[in-house]
């Protein structure tokens, strides 16, 4: 009896040993849950495990990639519903225009936002939605702009929005 359990025993390991390193990939130090630093073989490779320090590299091989740890992005287009647009209104000698009205209207939904310009001519929106085209619109009393009008599709933060007095 003892000599079949030991036989049992050897044959499970030998086995078990065989199922994870053997038949196109290899399983070295990881575990589901924690740990671990790298499967390779076949057509995959993996790099670790939820929350290791080297979050964020990629693994790839075969017919897919995965990027490893719980904070990883694995795209990095923006993918925030919100994005910021800022630019400034000046002279055409390069002089700020304060006070000047600055309209970013999104044209799916017809809703609009205003602000004005600070004394360097300096504007921003910081929160407007991504995803839509907008119509900036600029004015002022004592000056004339071209454009006076840009069209923009947002889909992350937009700087040097600019406009420029004409003369």
Known sequence: MRKTLIGFLFVSIASSAFAQSGNGYNLEQNVIGNGGWKSQGGSFTVLGTMGQSNAGSTAAGGLFHLIDG???????????????????????????????????????????????????????????????????????????????????FISQDRSNVNFLAAQ
Not at 81 to 100: C, K, Q, Y
């Open 70 to 152: 719980l904070w990883a992005i694995e795209n990095p287009i923006a993918v925030s519903p919100f994005a910021s647009v800022e630019g400034t209104v000046s002279t055409a000698r390069g002089v700020g225009i304060v006070r000047a009205l600055i309209i970013i209207t999104n044209q799916t939904t017809n809703l609009s936002y205003q602000t004005w310009t600070e004394p360097f001519g300096y504007f921003r929106f910081p929160a407007v939605s991504t995803g839509a085209s907008y119509v900036i619109t600029v004015r002022h009393p004592h000056f004339v702009f071209e454009p006076n009008v840009l069209v923009l």
